[in-house]
Nanobody, 115 residues
Framework: QVQLVESGGGSVQAGGSLRLSCAAS????????MGWYRQAPGKQRELVAE???????NYGDSVKGRITISRDNAKNTVTLQMNNLKPEDTGVYYC?????????WGKGTQVTGSY
């Protein structure tokens, strides 16, 4: 089992910045990649960004150029730096970690972008 604990959500005006962090613990030796997904009210969960242990990244189309994901393999953490936030970035952000046969999820942290 893998436990994921997110931190750093909150409310910010449009154009502002937020940083989300996720710490992984447990049976982490096989998880790859780690990343962030988000879910807005009434919408499906979608990819924000993910990163492999080797540093390869993949971003959702709606956040490219505004969001950067990074990973500290020694500390088992993944960080999401979000800049130029928009109201449409509002949602619950979930940390994810893909294992060999299952994806692990954190409990989520709320991000709200307002005008």
């Amino acid at each position: 089992q893998v436990q994921l604990v997110e931190s750093g959500g909150g409310s910010v005006q449009a154009g502002g910045s937020l940083r989300l962090s996720c710490a992984a613990s447990g049976s982490i030796f096989s998880i790859n990649p780690m990343g962030w997904y988000r879910q807005a009210p009434g919408k499906q969960r979608e990819l924000v960004a993910e990163i492999t242990s080797g540093g390869s990244t993949n971003y959702g189309d709606s956040v490219k150029g505004r969001i950067t994901i990074s990973r500290d393999n020694a500390k088992n953490t993944v960080t999401l730096q979000m800049n130029n936030l928009k109201p449409e970035d509002t949602g619950v952000y979930y940390c994810s970690a893909k294992g060999a046969r299952v994806t692990f999820w954190g409990k989520g942290t709320q991000v709200t972008g307002s005008y």
